[in-house]
């Protein structure tokens, strides 16, 4: 972190940064272009249409953010301040007041337009995401294209969303009308930075609401990247605004503001605490919450049969190690009847180590601090003598070295069955797999958690799916299958893993409100 140098961000220098960054759409041009800058290059606000400056006076500081494939300073972003936040939640109230106004199908247009300019430039979208997150190419390009799914679901959804309407016999009609329900805190973290962002901007937007959105400080340039399309799009000013900046000083100024409405927040559960926390006086504030999660993946000895059994390991380790681990929903708990352990320990061990291969099939973990951490876990692991059936004790990096994020796929066994390593969620390429003796020690190894976000069932009884599945503590539980979804259902979690439900429906509940009119018979 240091202190701001006015003269690097002239607006000039903002306009020629975004153009020469909007024309990287290859890996190749993204590395010589970073290659040839002097100083690395600083990513604005992004604040009533414009790309800008925050405050700048003797408390304005900056962050440095890193590239987790080669650990070395990739860019800086400003952290806005209060003031700067205040700046931003003025302009994005100033908008509500037309945008809110706007008929559903000109709202429609402009999210189609939007999803079209993501299509478009869905290479360059891409290219960005894996630098600046460290994920594959090929699993950057999954998710820029669920983004660009997200506009364009949104922007058919509100022109075809029905209300409810009743009748009291002889008495009164009676119906819901919604309203937007007006500014919004859109909050994302590191691990999926494009698409979780933008599964908050669509229906925030698409509902008649404005938003300011905030990035983790770890992965901002998708956001950077995005209010440059907007700007393309033509979308009214402040209508969406991006403020870049930390959790504690930026986030929390965020959320806690009074003329803020609503806060969609996606992130850690502790995080989560803080938000309620820092709202619970203001009872009249929206709260979506999507936490973490501490995902089981059960395995019954009958998805093991020949015929079965291929596609019963695909999953399970699609489930544990795609996007290196590091999606809330992926299941790094499995559980394996025990008549099928050996086998099941042995063939997954063979294909995790032929799939995944770090640099190849597999990326970077996010930050430095984040490979720490799961080091930290590792170490754990040694000190409890469990077994490393794949992996090993990751050295120690630096941020600003020269290696990079690397964490090897790693299969731990032997695991304590008290052992932190079952509990605390890692978010990184490491799973534990653990025998159970029936369908009941399952559901409740399973349940054994303080998380209820996703759970994998892999067996091919068909009322075994319907019995244990409908058992599980859980928000989203996926049967022979991860990661399947239809943007109306409801995505959220049980327990610790958050409040409220989003997509489709649910995601209209969070940004209106809704009154009920009742007209008389006569
Ligand atoms: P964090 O909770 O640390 O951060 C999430 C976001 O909140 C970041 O933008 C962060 O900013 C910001 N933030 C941090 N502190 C505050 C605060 N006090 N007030 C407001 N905002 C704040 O999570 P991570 O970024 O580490 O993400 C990983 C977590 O996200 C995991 O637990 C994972 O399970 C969860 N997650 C849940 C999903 C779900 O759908 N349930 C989906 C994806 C991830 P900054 O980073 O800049 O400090």
Redesign the pocket.
Known sequence: MGQMNPEEWTQQALIDSADAVWGCDTIEKANSFIASLPTPMCLPNYVAGKLGLPVLDATATFIDSYEPKTGKLLYRLPRAQEKDVEDAIRHARAAFQTWSKTTRSERSVYLRRISELLQENRELFAVWESIDQGKTLERARIEVDRAISNFSYFSTYIIHEQTAARMVDGVALTYEHRSPAGVFAL??????PLY?LTWKIAPCIAFGCTAVA?????TSMSAYLLGILFQKAKLPAGVVNIVL????T???A??ASPLVDGVS????????I??RR?TAHQIRKHLSL????KNPTLVFADSMTPATRERTIRIAATAAFENQGE???CGSRIYVERAAYEEFLALFTEYVTKKYVLRETMGAVASAQHYSKIRGYLQLAADEKATFSLGSFPPSVEEGGTQGYWVSPTILTDVAPDSVLLKD?I?GPVVTVCPFDDEADAIRLANDSEYG?AAVLLTTDGARMRRVGEQIEAGLVWVNCWLVRDLGTP???MKN??TGREGGEYSREVFTVARTLHLPAY
Do not use: H
Not at 290 to 293: A, C, D, K, S
């Open positions: 909050i994302s973290p590191w691990n999926m979780l905030k990035p983790s400080e770890i900046g930390d959790g504690p930026t986030g929390a965020l959320v927040f996606t992130g850690g559960t502790q995080t989560g803080a938000i820092a999507e936490l973490g999660g999606i809330c929903l969620e978010f976000l995505f959220g979690g893993s958050g």
